[in-house]
T-cell receptor
Framework: AQSVTQLGSHVSVSEGALVLLRCNYSSSVPPYLFWYVQYPNQGLQLLLKYTSAATLVKGINGFEAEFKKSETSFHLTKPSAHMSDAAEYFCAVSDQSGGYNKLIFGAGTRLAVHP | DTGVSQNPRHKITKRGQNVTFRCDPISEHNRLYWYRQTLGQGPEFLTYFQNEAQLEKSRLLSDRFSAERPKGSFSTLEIQRTEQGDSAMYLC????????????FGEGSWLTVV
């Protein structure tokens, strides 16, 4: 069965510091992986996705993530945090066992950015 | 592309009342999804439609919940005899039906049951 674990429900960084949000997945078949961002009282916006092409995926707002099959990980990074990056971030998986019909989300990581 | 539209955005209802949420997907998208999100949690899958056919329902979708998508366009999610545990944000999303296609989310409908 598909599942996603996001390590750290809260992450706090200083403005300009590296952002690293961790995501590990469980899937019996090659997965598709996604990172979404959610601002307060809003829906989810796609940051980036991995669909079996290049393992290093670049997304919007300077974020990128690397698919590592051996580690079953898909960590999200950004070299330099901005105040506007403060939000909740969700990792999600979709795979053939579910017919690629739905996303299974992790519990989320709330990112705080301090001046 | 006007995005996924949901209404109402907020609904406060008394326990035992029925509520209905509407979702208008992106016009060319034939897949439509409903998710539920409670505070501090990630979205949980409820159900999805391929055109007008409801193809999968989660065990979270009790008998009090019903979703429809007549004519494969907009969708409604009705909750009958609401309970306090139904308080959550209900998210609608849509996509094309190819694997890996981006799923676009609406801004959600907040339900508070008092």
């Amino acid at each position: 069965a598909q599942s996603v674990t996001q390590l750290g429900s809260h992450v706090s960084v200083s403005e300009g510091a590296l952002v690293l949000l961790r995501c590990n997945y469980s899937s019996s078949v090659p997965p598709y992986l996604f990172w979404y961002v959610q601002y307060p009282n809003q829906g989810l916006q796609l940051l980036l996705k991995y669909t079996s092409a290049a393992t290093l995926v670049k997304g919007i707002n300077g974020f990128e993530a690397e698919f590592k099959k051996s580690e079953t990980s898909f960590h999200l990074t950004k070299p330099s945090a901005h105040m506007s990056d403060a939000a909740e971030y969700f990792c999600a998986v979709s795979d053939q066992s579910g017919g690629y019909n739905k996303l299974i989300f992790g519990a989320g990581t709330r990112l705080a950015v301090h001046p | 592309d006007t995005g996924v539209s949901q209404n109402p955005r907020h609904k406060i209802t008394k326990r035992g009342q029925n509520v209905t949420f509407r979702c208008d997907p992106i016009s060319e998208h034939n897949r439509l999804y409903w998710y539920r999100q409670t505070l501090g949690q990630g979205p949980e899958f409820l159900t999805y439609f391929q055109n007008e056919a409801q193809l999968e329902k989660s065990r979270l979708l009790s008998d009090r919940f019903s979703a429809e998508r007549p004519k494969g366009s907009f969708s409604t999610l009705e909750i009958q005899r609401t309970e306090q545990g139904d308080s959550a944000m209900y998210l609608c999303a849509s996509s094309l039906d190819s694997p890996g296609n981006t799923i676009y989310f609406g801004e959600g409908s907040w339900l508070t049951v008092v």
